[in-house]
């Protein structure tokens, strides 16, 4: 099928064509599901999915963000869950990754003369996203007893593959590995989560 101009403004949510179709210049409004298309120009508002996948990798599909001033503190040698950092995505193609952005400001307290750890992670529901190994991997923050609290800038940017189309709660974690010792996040700043969609 071939197309000099073609323009949908109508009010459907989803247009499906059958290819090949060749096209000057396209302009739609909703969404365009194509087997395959030559084109020159194309304008689509909503999304553009070829085969069922996002045309473009790297692109941000959607995005979500939250942020607390609420400082949790843990003595735990476990990773505890900060209140405040948790959302929940969906991702809409299975084959989509979630990019995880964590920043806020960390202090750890030493119960003794001693140099003192802190750690941060980021889990999926029920899974921590650094490795079977958390301590080793999660970000640490080192203080000594003498510059008690010890604080510093936390960061953490991984990427994440569900693979799948449900419903994942992102939440940062926190930890002392030192029995005694503790830990606090985000102290006396804003702690930033934000998640972001990227199209394969």
């Known amino acids: 099928m ?5 323009i949908c403004t109508s ?4 247009m499906n064509l059958s290819g090949p179709i060749t096209a000057n210049n396209v302009t739609v409004t909703g969404g365009v599901n194509v087997s395959s298309m030559t084109t020159s120009s194309l304008t689509v508002t ?10 473009i990798p790297g692109t941000i599909i959607q995005s979500k963000i ?3 001033t609420n400082t949790l503190t843990s003595a ?24 995880i952005s964590l920043s806020g400001t960390m202090a750890s307290f030493p119960l003794v003369d001693i140099t003192s750890f ?11 996203l ?8 999660a970000l640490g923050h080192n203080s000594s007893f003498v510059d008690n609290p010890g604080i510093g800038s936390a960061g953490i940017v991984i990427e994440d593959s569900p693979g799948d189309t449900q419903s994942h709660t992102y939440q940062a974690f926190i930890s002392s590995p030192l029995l005694g010792d503790a830990v606090a996040f985000p102290y006396k700043s804003t702690g930033v ?3 972001e969609e990227v199209s394969d």
Request: hydrophobic share 40%.
């Open 46 to 55: 909503n999304q553009f999915i070829v085969n069922s996948v996002y045309s």
């Open 2 to 6: 071939a197309i000099g101009l073609f």
């Open 130 to 137: 650094t490795s079977s190994d958390a301590f080793a991997s």
């Open 118 to 128: 802190g750690y941060l992670t980021i889990f999926r529901d029920s899974t921590s």
């Open 76 to 99: 735990t040698t476990t990773f505890y869950p900060v209140d405040g950092l948790s959302q929940s995505i969906t991702l809409s193609h299975s084959n989509n990754k979630i990019r």
């Open 193 to 195: 989560l934000l998640l």
């Open 11 to 14: 009010g459907m949510s989803v």
């Open 66 to 68: 939250v942020l607390s």
